[in-house]
């Protein structure tokens, strides 16, 4: 089972408009928390990052919130652009002791198609 | 340089042929990480180095699967023997230190394997 899940697989909304997109992870412990934005053909790029005790992070149009006692976070893209068409990924970062790799979990993203 | 490239951006090789994969982390940068992203599955770690420690192999899918670091800067992820469930997007990932697990990871464009 996909220790990162996110919802919806797809979604498509009109220029200008608002959406949600969700993650609900399974990881425990965890260190922090990430939103990357991946546009097609190119490598993820990060958008917010929240460690545990954080609830809420801004990038722009961009805001992430995070409840660690249910284990969801989620993106809210506001004022939506032609430019934000692309997969928006959750990442979650175990909290690993004694020096371990700093492994990521990736979920399998949210593909969003913005239409003018 | 001024951010993570990867080379080639596409290969098409046959079934059974090895294949090597270049990349050119962020200068300065000691963690490197190779991933592989399937279709329709999320980012899946192969392949960690930090510094001059032991690289962490733990994600390499089968011994077909090697990866060097020269000088602690270009990495190069080798696959042998190479089968069409190999057939993916290789990305490859730096940052300024593994040892934190909050540092942001700058992905490269990656490499888009096709093994026919």
């Known amino acids: 089972k996909n220790q990162v899940e996110q919802s919806p697989q797809s979604l498509i909304i009109l220029e200008g408009k608002n959406c949600t997109l969700q993650?609900?992870?399974?990881?425990?412990?965890?260190?922090?928390l990430r939103w990357y934005k991946q546009d097609t053909g190119r490598g993820p790029v990060s958008l917010t990052i929240m460690t545990f005790s954080e609830n809420t992070k801004s990038n722009g149009r961009y805001t992430a919130t995070l409840d660690a006692d249910t284990k969801q976070s989620s993106l809210h893209i506001t004022a939506s652009q032609l430019s934000d068409s692309a997969s928006y990924i959750c990442?979650?970062?175990?909290?690993?002791?004694?020096?371990?790799?700093?492994?990521?979990?990736f979920g399998t993203g949210t593909l969003l198609a913005v239409q003018p | 340089g001024a951010g993570v490239s990867q080379s080639p951006s596409n290969k098409v090789t046959e079934k059974g042929k090895d294949v090597e994969l270049r990349c050119d982390p962020i200068?300065?940068?000691?963690?490197l990480y190779w991933y592989r992203q399937s279709l329709g599955q999320g980012l899946e770690f192969l392949i960690y180095f930090q510094g001059n420690s032991a690289p962490d192999k733990s994600g390499l899918p089968s011994d077909r699967f090697s990866a060097e670091r020269t000088g602690g800067s270009v990495s190069t992820l080798t696959i042998q023997r190479t089968q069409q469930e190999d057939s993916a997007v290789y990305l490859c990932a730096s940052s300024s230190s593994g040892t934190s697990s909050y540092n942001e990871q700058f992905f490269g464009p990656g490499t888009r394997l096709t093994v026919l």
């Open positions: 200068s300065g940068h000691t963690a």
């Open positions: 993650c609900n992870y399974t990881v425990s412990p965890f260190s922090n």
């Open positions: 990442v979650v970062s175990p909290r690993y002791y004694g020096g371990a790799t700093n492994k990521l979990i």
